[in-house]
């Protein structure tokens, strides 16, 4: 396989996939066919022609094309006609609803597992992982699982954000939430900051970035790891 | 039905259930049999003793008996004996299921529909909505279902907190995740600061403390309404 799983598609002042723009332009490089964009967890709202048009201008910039899928006449022809794939961020229960209802789940599965590269960014990382247990999201539809493709033995939690320790509000932390999760659950989540992006191919992970990741393990205090190769 | 739906169980620098003992000591009154406590949303994966023990305590303090659902021998028999229900936070998704496996929903959800007063806090009272379809916590369970008790006839966002101006970060705010809600449902959401409560009977709904709420409605502008008689 061949992954890229970016925490989040900005980072505070740059624009739209631009902080890691040498990581996917090198990602996808050779390909045949263009990147099919997957813009189901619709941000905001956002409708998917219009999210597709963002991504679009993005992957234009840098001489690749892509176009949506929702473009194409059905799920089997997309991943046919695609070199590779893009899934956005938004709403991880509206994104693995829609690829589980309209079937095109098992064919992007089938075709990242043999091998056309993969990139997500927030809700699209996610869902690489083994369930999107560890989202941050809110549950606004019902999707028939929360397993997910489970290309990494791991949960990925994106937009990971230390606890503020001044704070008055009584919300959970983050590191709370991912350790209530280890008293249900054994999978090892990772926290994956803003700017920081995992390449993996499916042994072999590598956290990229300037950042440092934060490992939670049941039974087990939470480790912070520098980019470079993860052991999980 | 007689309802006390609290958006959190405590608010900074006070102890548990303290900021609004009045209201549910007052809510409490003149019932017949201990108050039963459900303590199934486990914050922090606290045992469920604990978590009763913890309740008990700020219960006993004002003279009420608390016993824990877990004590009693069926479902059946802890809604017999009780002479109204607390349920406390944590996680909701795991509260709705453990509720939903173990068949007590239905019980309590008779029982309070006949008049026995429930109380809740957080996870608590986001079941009392119509679905959990709006709470903060992170699905690190599966529950057969999102709907819920639909005593009052709109969604509960526990814990409102309004956006910051001036944050880097990029996860969404609670506003832009409760208008992704309303990109898929219909239900009213009352955003519900800490410190608020409502007091309900399932038709007229007052909303008590000191702050006012925001209510969010599909296709609308959200609004700040004072305390007092809930127009929804």
């Not at 064919?107 to 996610?126: C, L, Q, T």
């Not at 230390?162 to 983050?174: F, I, L, V």
Request: net charge neutral.
């Amino acid at each position: 396989m061949k992954l890229l799983l970016a925490s989040t598609s900005s980072i505070h002042g740059h624009s739209y996939l631009s902080y890691f723009k040498d990581a996917w332009t090198s990602h996808f490089k050779d390909i045949h066919g263009p990147v099919v964009f997957i813009p189901y967890a619709r941000p905001g709202g956002l409708s998917l022609k219009k999210y597709t048009q963002i991504a679009a201008a993005a992957f234009n910039s840098q001489g690749i094309e892509l176009r949506g899928i929702q473009t194409f006449d059905n799920p089997q022809q997309a991943v046919e006609n695609a070199g590779g794939f893009f899934c956005g961020g938004g709403n991880t229960f509206v994104l693995l609803k829609t690829l589980l209802e309209n079937k095109t789940y098992e064919h992007i599965d089938r075709s990242v597992r043999e091998g056309k590269p993969y990139m997500g960014s927030s809700a699209g990382s996610n869902i690489a992982g083994k369930t999107i247990g560890t989202t941050n999201d809110m549950p606004i539809v019902y999707p028939p699982k929360f397993d997910s493709f489970n290309w990494v033995p791991f949960n990925i939690n994106p937009h990971y954000i230390d606890g503020k320790a001044n704070t008055t509000h009584k919300g959970e932390t983050r590191q709370t939430r991912i350790q209530e999760f280890h008293e249900f659950n054994e999978t090892p989540v990772l926290g994956l900051r803003e700017g920081s992006w995992i390449e993996s191919d499916g042994i072999k992970h590598v956290l990229k970035g300037e950042l440092s990741a934060r490992i939670f393990q049941p039974n087990n205090d939470p480790i912070e790891i520098p980019n470079g190769i993860l052991r999980l």
